[in-house]
């Protein structure tokens, strides 16, 4: 059905957020997990209930060399139900699944407060959508933040204030259940990516962006945080 797969990649010289939060929550009939790792129960028969939920984040480094950043996140979440003809004709074997990955972290630029320019794109993709599943993301970077989006927003140049510390975050959740009474299984993704430049006002200069409590980093592949399960809206069918 779904493969399960959570990474943190970091590629040069610091890779430090200020929170990250992995948390996801498998049911069936052939057993129950949560936590901050991937699950799954699939049953090859087709005699038990099925649920999945998985996904991954990645981060860019922060070196204070450049005046580009990137961070994405994907979940997804799929599962089934069966009836159940023993040992009570027609029972039903129900399923519920949910994945939550949100990052955090506070950046900032050198010198003076001053104005300057943000060249911003938010880009969101929403998968699946059976009756009883959801997904939502939501984005921050400075002053600009933004829920429950399809597509791409914010994809332009916006004013933007240098010099001071400003928080970037992104959160992709996504659950569902499946109940053959209600709905013919879980079937959900969402993937979200924000990217920007800062540039001085002129739009021409680039401003090098660090991290606001800066330590040394090394070259990682790892697993972080544990947290709490939200989710905002349902899926388009």
């Known amino acids: 059905m779904f493969k399960m797969a959570i990474a943190l990649f970091c590629f040069a010289v610091s890779c430090k957020a200020d929170a990250i939060t992995t948390e996801f929550s498998c049911e069936s009939s052939l057993g129950s997990a949560s936590g901050p ?88 993709d929403e998968g699946g959508g059976a009756l009883e599943t959801h997904v939502s993301s939501s984005f921050q970077v400075g002053p600009y933040s933004v829920e429950e989006v399809e597509g791409c927003v914010y994809c332009g140049s916006y004013p933007f204030t240098l010099g001071v510390p400003f928080t970037v975050s992104i959160t992709d959740s996504a659950s569902g259940f499946a109940d053959i009474l209600d709905a013919t299984g879980i079937s959900g993704s969402v993937s979200s990516t924000l990217n920007f430049s800062l540039f001085e006002a002129d739009g021409v200069t680039p401003v090098p962006i660090e991290a606001a409590t800066s330590e040394p980093g090394t070259l990682g592949l790892g697993l972080l945080g544990v947290g709490a399960l939200a989710w905002r809206r349902r899926s388009p069918s």
């Open 37 to 124: 790792t991937p699950c799954s129960f699939e049953d090859s028969t087709n005699t038990q209930s099925s649920a999945s939920a998985g996904g991954t984040y990645s981060l860019s480094a922060i070196s204070g060399l450049t005046n580009s950043f990137s961070v994405s996140a994907s979940v997804f979440v799929g599962g089934s139900a069966v009836f159940f003809n023993t040992p009570y004709p027609g029972m039903t074997l129900g399923s519920s699944a949910s994945a939550l990955i949100e990052v955090s972290l506070t950046l900032m630029t050198s010198g003076p407060v001053r104005p300057g320019i943000i060249e911003n794109s938010i880009i969101t």
